[in-house]
């Protein structure tokens, strides 16, 4: 079962604007975590920013940001004043205390135009 | 700042032949992941493992695919006799303790492909 739903295959923004990349995620376990990492060209996997299911405030990392709204299930990633360097694949992740185990969603391709 | 070391960056194998790859996660954690993934596809768990043992693994880690931790540090991934569907960049993961509270740190990667 799909568990971390990303439906925006790619997105674009203008440098120096805000963007919002969207993440849902379907769980019955009350214990998780939620993480953004970016993937650019090069291949490596970088982590910006984790939400734990009993977070009351919003995780927020420098430029980035994670909107997350417990009731709709969903933690999407706000990146504000866009850089070129933002230029990368996306990936929303979920965590259950259970089982260890992490979902990856598809992806979201985000372009950074100058 | 510690970090998950994997080798080689690169590894290029003729169909059916075994290939191991190598993983060093940081030092005090206790968890350890393989993911793959499939060129331009999402990231894809196989396996998790813990206190010397799998804890987890998904469909695709078959009877050819086997982790070991030889030693106290490194952690490996082995494909018995690798087929042209193998080709993929292979990350492994650390996390601390748990993994509903811990960030999960990914090594740079290896690709694997297969010819």
């Known amino acids: ?114 | 700042e510690p970090e998950v070391t994997q080798t080689p960056s690169h590894q290029v194998t003729q169909m059916g032949q075994e290939v191991i790859l190598r993983c060093v996660p940081i030092s005090n954690h206790l968890y350890f992941y393989w993911y793959r993934q499939i060129l331009g596809q999402k990231v894809e768990f196989l396996v998790s493992f813990y206190n010397n043992e799998i804890s987890e693994k998904s469909e695709i880690f078959d009877d050819q695919f086997s982790v070991e931790r030889p030693d106290g540090s490194n952690f490996t991934l082995k494909i018995r006799s690798t087929k042209l569907e193998d080709s993929a960049m292979y990350f492994c993961a650390s996390i601390e303790r748990s993994a509903s509270t811990d960030t999960q740190y990914f090594g740079p990667g290896t690709r694997l492909t297969v010819l």
């Open chain 1, 1 to 114: 079962a799909q568990k971390i739903t990303q439906t925006q295959p790619g997105m674009f923004v203008q440098e120096k604007e805000a963007v919002t990349l969207d993440c849902t995620y379907d769980t019955s376990d009350p214990s998780y975590g939620l993480f953004w990492y970016k993937q650019p060209s090069s291949g490596e996997m970088i982590f910006l920013i984790y939400q734990g299911s009993y977070d009351q405030q919003n995780a927020t990392e420098g430029r980035y940001s994670l909107n997350f709204q417990k009731a709709r299930k969903s933690a999407n990633l706000v990146i504000s004043a866009s850089q070129l360097g933002d230029s990368a694949m996306y990936f929303c992740a979920m965590s259950h205390l259970t089982g260890n185990q992490f979902y990856f969603g598809t992806g979201t391709s985000l372009t950074v135009i100058p």
